[in-house]
């Protein structure tokens, strides 16, 4: 068993008379380490997956696992303390707080989890000094550039030690150098903490770098994996 498995998942949004079906019946298994891409147009539920699996919305039908337990049995409160301790999210908007430093912003989960002060600011100064921004320690998001807000999101989801980070198109507001830099961060922190990651992404270049890519297609994982090149 995976670290993460769902099983026949199925999400479905309902407004008076119009069904809209998103995902139908999807099966997906992530081995704990792996690195998977998913890839797919636009409006095939990639994005509403990735919250499934961070457990950010609730299927309509079907099982999540996580390390073999069900994960929307648990009361909402411990569905909270799941999503704080065990999942790290990075979108492609990098959702900072604005009125908070980049050491601030990063700390706010292990915060919220109610980790040491000392140790949380500790490990947040050394991760945002691995992604290259050790001298912006003091700057609000307003006073950095697309590519650094980027990187202290990256530096955010790493801060309480997840399994699995989820990544929704991390690379989709940035310029293809920046991307690419971003990219190269995000994938030697992951293989270093020796985390999960699934990430959704419309760059087949950037998706064949990983261990498995994932084609999604009306609300389904579509055929075979694609093998990287």
Known sequence: M????????????VDGPTVVQVLSGLDLQVDAGERVAIVGESGVGKSTLLHLLGALDEPTGGQLLFDGQ??????????????????GFVFQFHHLLGDFTALENVMLPSLIARHPVAATRARARELLERVGLKDRLAHRPGQ?????????????????????ILADEPTGNLDGKTGEQVVDLLFGLQRRRQATLVFVTHDLKLAERCGRMLRM?????????????
């Open 2 to 13: 995976g670290l993460v498995q769902a099983i026949r998942l199925d999400k479905r949004y």
């Open 70 to 87: 069900d994960v929307f049995a648990r009361p909402e409160s411990e569905l909270a303390g799941f999503r704080n301790r065990e999942v």
């Open 144 to 164: 950095l550039s697309g590519g650094e807000q980027q990187r202290v999101a990256i530096a955010r989801a790493l801060s309480p030690r997840p399994q699995i």
């Open 217 to 229: 297609a009306d609300g389904e994982i579509a055929g075979k994996e694609l093998a990287p090149a």
